[in-house]
């Protein structure tokens, strides 16, 4: 039986306020530790996709486990989520995503409320972002369609792969995004950048979609 929007919109929130305190937290912790720009970014790295195989397989079978505003549009586009699902979605998994901030702060005793000004703009970064949200979404597509079961170990394993290939470490994910631009630490994005992140998210994640249903139509559940 298919769980209830309200159980399904809960598991989002919550599981993208895993995600980003995974992400907020262990960029903290890992430059703390380190003092080294690259040791943290493995640190952050190795937290970031060992959490989202974890989250994943919890609440994968509740919601989805999207945690993600262009994956929830992609699974709309493709028929498996309702149009009021799909807003429930994103709002929670944006409220999820701000929520995890707040507690990654909380955790390290830092202000709660903060402004990032850390820069992340450019078209080298639009294209790095358009590239990772692409690859994100036809990895999650593939996955669903041959190997369910591996979806969470493939998406955690393809995330750690794309925080180092991509030039703006792959946030590939809007509410993700929008989240850390209220982060002031090691994971942080100037709000003023956070448009140009999103729509080149949304720009791969469709072109990912529009490819997947053109060259592998047979291969859709």
């Not at 530790?33 to 994968?60: R, S």
């Amino acid at each position: 039986m298919t769980p209830s929007l309200r159980v399904r919109v809960a598991a989002e929130g919550l599981g993208t306020c895993l995600l980003l305190a995974t992400v907020v937290g262990s960029g903290i912790m890992g430059q703390r530790l380190a003092h080294d720009d690259a040791l943290a970014l493995l640190a952050n790295t190795i937290a970031t996709g060992a959490g989202l195989v974890a989250y994943i397989t919890v609440f994968g079978p509740i919601s989805g486990a999207h945690f993600n505003p262009a994956v929830s549009l992609v699974e709309r586009l493709h028929g498996r989520l309702r149009t009021t699902d799909l807003v429930a979605y994103v709002a929670a998994q944006l409220m999820g995503g701000v929520a995890g901030v707040l507690v990654a702060h909380a955790m390290f005793g830092l202000p709660i409320f903060q402004q990032s000004v850390h820069v992340r703009t450019g078209v080298g970064q639009w294209i790095a972002e358009g590239v990772a949200t692409f690859g994100l979404v036809t990895v999650i597509l593939g996955s669903a369609t041959r190997n369910p079961e591996r979806t969470p170990m493939l998406v955690g394993l393809y995330i750690v792969a794309a925080y180092w290939f991509t030039a703006s470490t792959s946030f590939a994910n809007p509410a993700v995004t929008l989240a850390r631009s209220l982060t002031d630490t090691f994971s942080g994005i100037r709000p003023i950048d956070v448009p140009g992140f999103a729509l080149a998210q949304i720009a791969g994640a469709l072109v990912a979609a529009g490819l997947w249903r053109v060259a592998f139509a047979g291969e859709q559940r």
